[in-house]
């Protein structure tokens, strides 16, 4: 059951209302009612915002000085950490400062000194489940800090997809890395085979229903075939995000005194993605790489 009083006295704050905010936030205004009040640098995306009954605000500070709860799922760890260290300069005492976007464990880590000395708190709480998801309300989300703001704010998280909390602050992002290495293993994976199976002349639409429910199948295999197939490369999920999270992990890895062979191979195709102009498409364009590698076309023409 979700807190309908709690939701009434805490004023609520979203920045970032990209393709995956905008559907976030959307599903906190649908399922409570609030006029929760959002940011974005683009007027086009604040104008959407407005639409599905949001209060858009021209300037940040605004959201940091007069919101309980900030959220913010931002692209880059230099205007993620400015955002938080703006919202710890014009927040009070108290506030819950929510960051869903995909952070380094490091930088999540020097950011909650700076919020526990201003008495405010620091949730790290990635997503992963991509736009679909985000736009059902239906996102894995991983919530790593302070045990009692999030049981103060689970309702809130809870109206954006399922809410996991896995410890002290930090371990959201560890564990994002974490879906992230498997799933980027895994969608290399997927399209080496589908370029496998195109270099051997058989159906790919055979092989999809021939796969799909053996160990090979699942939601990101169903996601992601058809759109090899079909060549539709349209941004469910940026690779260029998803490369981010694989170098996170190289970083944190590095620190942590280990290697990571599997997500080598992985981030070598992502950076042919990158050198190649394709890094801003989606994962299953992934298949792109292998093409270039066994000179064979994938999918529908």
């Not at 104008?47 to 858009?56: I, R």
């Not at 169903?222 to 349209?234: A, F, G, T």
């Not at 590095?254 to 950076?271: E, K, Q, S």
Request: proline letters at 4%; hydrophobic letters at 40%.
């Amino acid at each position: 059951m979700k807190n309908e009083e709690a939701d009434r006295e805490l004023r609520i704050g979203f920045l970032g209302l990209g393709v995956m905010g905008l559907p976030m936030v959307a599903n906190i205004i649908k399922k409570t009612g609030k006029a929760v009040s959002g940011f974005d640098v683009s007027k086009e995306r604040l104008k959407l915002f407005e639409e599905m009954g949001g209060n858009p605000v021209e300037d940040a500070e605004k959201i940091y000085r007069e919101c309980d709860v900030v959220i913010q799922i931002l692209p880059t760890h230099e205007i993620i950490s400015n955002s938080v260290k703006e919202a710890v300069r014009f927040g009070k005492p108290g506030n819950i400062i929510i960051d869903m976007s995909s952070t380094a464990p490091h930088i999540i880590l020097r950011l909650e000194e700076e919020v526990q000395r201003a008495g405010m708190f620091l949730l790290d709480s990635p997503v992963s489940g991509g736009n679909g998801k985000a736009a059902s309300g239906s996102l894995a989300i991983m919530v790593g800090g302070n045990e009692a703001a999030f049981e103060s704010v689970k309702h809130i998280l809870e109206y954006m997809g399922e809410p996991v909390y896995t410890g002290s602050i930090g371990s959201g992002s560890v564990t994002k890395l974490v879906n992230n290495i498997i799933a980027g293993a895994y969608l290399a994976a997927i399209a080496e085979g589908y370029a496998f199976a195109a270099k051997a002349g058989i159906d790919l639409k055979t092989t999809f229903n021939a796969t799909k429910l053996g160990f090979a199948g699942g939601p990101l295999y169903s996601d992601k075939v058809p759109k090899i197939i079909r060549r539709d490369y349209e941004p469910g999920a940026r690779i260029a995000v998803h490369r981010k999270d694989i170098l996170n992990a190289k970083a944190y890895a590095h620190a942590l005194g280990i290697d990571l062979p599997v997500t080598d191979v992985t981030l070598r195709v992502m950076d042919w993605m990158k050198d190649n102009g394709y890094i801003d498409i989606d994962q299953a364009g992934m298949v792109k790489y292998f093409e270039e590698k066994m000179s064979v076309q994938v999918g529908e023409f």
